[in-house]
């Protein structure tokens, strides 16, 4: 009687998950949780395995249930994520087993942290896959507006008849954006309604230059923005930015192999040999420091460590998942804007990258005829650095107040060039010209630090790495000299 019910409700919420899909997403873990226990009240093994199919059968059918062609309801976004967890939860568990049962075979002390490290590097695989497809969908959303634009044809029309014969998921964001441009709205309201996740910077400079009606120059710089970035990810890294991470795993866990099974057997073999031999004394303080992470406190130590570095790699994945709201700032990019604005190098890349997309939108207000006062009130809606926008703010109010705008942009800290560029007295009519100048300038200037930093950074670390590698290996090797030493000393000539 039990395992007919349990059909019975496998029929239903299939039938839920296809026509109520919110209903049944709610509803059968609690359903699965209590057949399963009451089965296991009965002793009935057919209906103990009939409910966990439940929830997995209604995961599936509202993954297949009807919505509009071009939308993704909540019901079908819990269900991927739900499914997704399950998969990576399962995949983990199985690496964990593999090499438990034929992974180290007694010298790794710890075959299921083996097991993590590979599973985070195949979760890292994923999720740089996801981050590179999100950028390609976007350069590719926004490139097929422009191209649509610059041919001067009825965006509604083009977009649809890009996206027509298709069904993938840019085939979808452009039938969204279609959708609302057909309903009277403008293309940045329509990109942010149809295509929620465009990057920031992208939506915010769509809508400033849309107040300004510079649509099709805006949005030919954010195709050459994000043509440099693709470019930039397609170069070849000679070290990738994880080696130094992994490398030290992986050195961790084989000094803890060895300090576990090699170095007793040294110390043990030198004692024998002599009552007064001792182990080497970089031997000592590595046994000393393996120790202390393997059985004192360390161990609390690095899982806090640990802890924290997940925490920090979870909350980065969500933020670059997430894109910026520039006009509404969400509490977490405000503090991650004031953190990069305080700290040394970052705060010139900040300040540097904001500057380019200033000195861009007001070249682009100044070319469309708008005052002064109209063209940094356009930048307050860009995605800059927030410390950098307060900078703006006080530059817009002592204009607006009738103070000199270069000598104001001295006083607001926007930049010495920049003031340069408005000074009336040295460039009197040449402002356009020097604020071209000065976008190719910061530009340029903003890859050539990136490069600089990376080509001096890279060697720090490399130095850093091999002194490392030395050490232990070094502390590893002594010992059987010793042992040598030792030896020769007691051979009779």
Avoid at 60 to 73: C, F, H, Y
Avoid at 131 to 138: F, N
Avoid at 154 to 159: D, V
């Amino acid at each position: 009687m039990l395992v007919i019910i349990a059909i019975l409700l496998l029929a239903l919420y299939v039938f839920l998950g296809l026509k109520k899909p919110g209903i049944a997403l709610i509803t059968s873990p609690f359903v699965s949780f209590l057949l399963f226990c009451i089965s296991g009240e009965a002793d009935s093994v057919a209906a103990i395995a009939i409910a966990p199919i439940i929830f997995f059968a209604t995961l599936i059918a509202v993954l297949m249930s009807r919505r509009e062609p071009d939308t993704q309801e909540w019901p079908q976004i819990a269900a991927k994520c739900i499914l997704i967890g399950i998969v990576l939860s399962l995949l983990f568990v199985t690496a964990v087993v593999v090499f438990s049962v034929f992974g180290a075979g007694g010298f790794l002390p710890f075959p299921s942290f083996i097991a993590l490290v590979i599973f985070i590097g195949f979760m890292g695989s994923v999720i740089s896959y996801g981050l590179t497809s999100r950028h390609a969908t976007a350069a590719y959303v926004i490139s097929t507006i422009g191209s649509s634009m610059r041919q001067n044809l009825p965006l509604p029309m083009a977009l649809e008849s890009a996206a027509s014969g298709r069904a993938d998921s840019r085939a979808r964001i452009l039938r969204r954006i279609k959708k609302w441009l057909v309903q009277g709205y403008s293309l940045s309201e329509s990109l942010k309604r149809g295509y929620p996740r465009c990057p920031g910077y992208a939506a915010a400079m769509i809508a400033a230059a849309e107040r300004i009606d510079q649509l099709p120059l805006a949005i030919k710089s954010i195709e050459a923005d994000m043509v440099a970035r693709a470019d930039e990810r397609k170069k070849l890294k000679p070290v990738h930015p994880f080696y130094p991470v992994i490398l030290i795993v992986f050195m961790f866990f084989i000094v803890l192999g060895l300090t576990w099974k090699v170095i007793p057997v040294f110390h043990k073999i030198l004692t024998e040999m002599t009552e007064e031999a001792t182990l080497p004394i970089p031997t000592q303080l590595l046994s000393r420091f393996a120790n202390f992470i393997a059985y004192e406190y360390g161990w609390l130590i690095a899982l806090a460590l640990a802890l924290i570095g997940l925490a920090a790699a979870a909350v980065s994945i969500f933020i670059r998942f997430r894109p910026r709201q520039p006009e509404k700032p969400y509490l977490i990019s405000r503090i991650g804007d004031f953190i990069k604005w305080h700290l040394p190098i970052l705060h010139w890349f900040e300040k540097n990258y904001s500057m380019v997309q200033m000195v861009e939108l007001l070249r682009l207000s100044l070319n469309a005829g708008c005052t002064v006062n109209d063209a940094i009130a356009n930048t307050l809606n860009l995605d800059v650095n927030n410390r950098f926008k307060k900078r703006l703010q006080k530059w817009l109010a002592k204009v607006e107040a009738g103070d000199n705008i270069a000598v104001a942009a001295r006083e607001c800290r926007v930049g010495n060039s920049l003031a340069w560029a408005f000074d009336d007295r040295v460039n009197q009519g040449n402002t356009l010209a020097i604020l071209e100048t000065l976008e190719s300038f910061y530009r340029s200037n903003y890859n050539y630090r990136v490069n600089l930093a990376r080509f001096i950074m890279w060697p720090c670390v490399t130095l850093i790495m091999g002194a490392m590698v030395g050490f232990i290996v070094y502390a590893i090797f002594s010992p059987m000299v010793t042992i040598i030493n030792h030896l020769a000393n007691l051979v009779t000539p």
